[in-house]
């Protein structure tokens, strides 16, 4: 099993570009997550989802949007990227809600905005 | 307001030395869950430990050990007879469930082990 994945490892863009960043998972786990990692900051959460079709703001989720239309896929999207974006993005999931057991993360989506 | 303090932002020791690394937390929801995650140099996050705010008892794991005390709001991991491999940033995290769903974690300390 994969797991959790994400696409890109690595993308630079620019101030005002959209883009998505991919999380994959094949663990059947309801719960998906999206977190940002800054230096200094710890992980923030942005947005979660508890099962297809529900999705919930995070701890920071100004600046992004997110889609859950089946089990496996939450896509994280930037409508326009800011350079306060720059962040190192990690998707993460869990079977059943976030308290049950152990967050099982990608390897992580490091993301630049010129 | 939830909030996960880890005092410590950077530790170096020998190898074979016992470290403590210090977790704090503040809530006043009756039920959490506190977490413990690695995450080496190659940049992964691995999960270490669960405790649930009803289960205070203490656990070893190996050269790891995690002391709950919920009379300090305390959650503190030992790593006894430091390697070179536990090198990495570490972290804390809180999840409370009163209301809404509420997740934190701490700023991380980073372990360096040195040979």
């Known amino acids: 099993n994969a797991g959790v994945t994400q696409t890109p490892k690595f993308h630079i863009l620019k101030t005002g570009q959209s883009m998505t960043l991919q999380c994959a998972q094949d663990?059947?786990?309801?719960?998906l997550s999206w977190y940002r990692q800054d230096p200094g900051m710890g992980l923030r959460r942005i947005h979660y989802?508890?099962?297809?079709?529900?999705?919930d703001k995070g701890e920071v989720p100004d600046g992004y949007n997110v889609s859950r239309s089946n089990t496996e896929d939450f896509p994280l999207r930037l409508e326009s990227a800011a350079p306060s974006q720059t962040s190192v993005y990690f998707c993460?999931?869990?079977?059943?809600?976030?308290?049950?057991?152990?967050?099982?993360f990608g390897e992580g989506s490091r993301l630049t905005v010129l | 307001a939830q909030k996960v303090t880890q005092a410590q932002t950077e530790i170096s020791v020998v190898e074979k030395e016992d470290v403590t690394l210090d977790c704090v937390y503040e809530?006043?929801?009756?039920?959490?869950?506190l977490f413990w995650y690695k995450q080496p140099p190659s940049g992964e996050l691995v999960f270490l430990i669960r405790?649930?705010?009803?289960?205070?008892q203490n656990e070893i794991s190996g050269r790891y050990s995690w002391n709950f005390q919920k009379s300090t709001s305390s959650f503190n991991f030992t790593i006894t007879a430091s390697q070179v491999v536990d090198s990495a940033v570490y972290f804390c995290?809180?999840?409370?469930?009163?209301?809404?769903?509420?997740?934190?974690f701490g700023k991380g300390m980073k372990l360096t082990v040195n040979p």
């Open positions: 993460a999931s869990t079977k059943l809600y976030l308290g049950t057991g152990e967050l099982f």
């Open positions: 663990m059947n786990h309801g719960y």
């Open positions: 989802s508890v099962a297809a079709g529900i999705t």
């Open positions: 809530t006043r929801d009756t039920t959490y869950y």
């Open positions: 405790r649930n705010s009803f289960d205070e």
């Open positions: 995290a809180l999840i409370t469930q009163g209301g809404s769903e509420k997740l934190v």
